[in-house]
């Protein structure tokens, strides 16, 4: 087995992604699909992109500090 967790475990997981909306599923006969569906990240993604300017903005006030530190000690 590839995986370090017992199948029913392995399963529940996937079905938590599928209800957040995450991955979608498709049953043909007794083999059910599973595919990441992007539209479910979309929230992620946007959070994300929100935390990218944040951290941005502190780095480069960072960045600005540290500058006029060096500045000042050479002066």
Do not use: N
């Amino acid at each position: 087995m590839p995986f370090e967790m017992a199948l029913p475990s392995f399963v529940q997981h996937l079905r938590v992604l599928e209800e957040c909306g995450l991955v979608r599923s498709s049953k043909d006969g007794r083999v059910r699909t599973y595919r990441l569906d992007p539209e479910g990240f979309r929230g992620a993604e946007d959070w994300l992109e929100g935390q990218r300017q944040t951290w941005e903005r502190r780095l480069d006030q960072l960045d600005s500090y540290l500058i006029q530190m060096k500045e000042t000690r050479h002066d």
